[in-house]
């Protein structure tokens, strides 16, 4: 089993940044695929960024460009750099490995509120 916490979410004003932090524990080397996902109030949870364990990112399209996801393997880390917020960036952020068998325990989540 994999356990996740999450962490660095806040209030910003649109515009602003916020650094997301994932920490995991447990059997977390047989993850290849990470996740950074979001759910604002009466909508689906969402994936917005991912990381493989060769380095490579995929965005979804609402945030190309502006959230960069990162892994620090050392210390079995995964982060989420938030540029530019937008009031629509509003969401409990939360992370997660991405497998066919599908995802671990969620954890906590950490909210992110943009005000306008």
């Known amino acids: 089993q994999v356990r996740f916490v999450e962490s660095g979410g806040g209030l910003v004003q649109a515009g602003g940044s916020l650094r997301l932090s994932c920490a995991a524990s447990?059997?977390?080397?047989?993850?290849?695929?990470m996740g950074w996902y979001r759910q604002a109030p009466g909508k689906q949870r969402e994936l917005v960024a991912r990381?493989?364990?060769?380095?490579?990112?995929n965005y979804a399209d609402s945030v190309k460009g502006r959230f960069t996801i990162s892994r620090e393997y050392t210390k079995n880390t995964v982060y989420l750099q938030m540029n530019s917020l937008k009031p629509e960036d509003t969401a409990v952020y939360y992370c997660?490995?991405?497998?066919?068998?599908?995802?671990?325990?969620w954890g906590q989540g950490t909210q992110v509120t943009v005000s306008s």
């Open positions: 997660n490995a991405i497998r066919s068998s599908g995802a671990f325990d």
């Open positions: 447990g059997s977390t080397v047989t993850i290849i695929h």
């Open positions: 990381i493989s364990t060769d380095g490579s990112t």
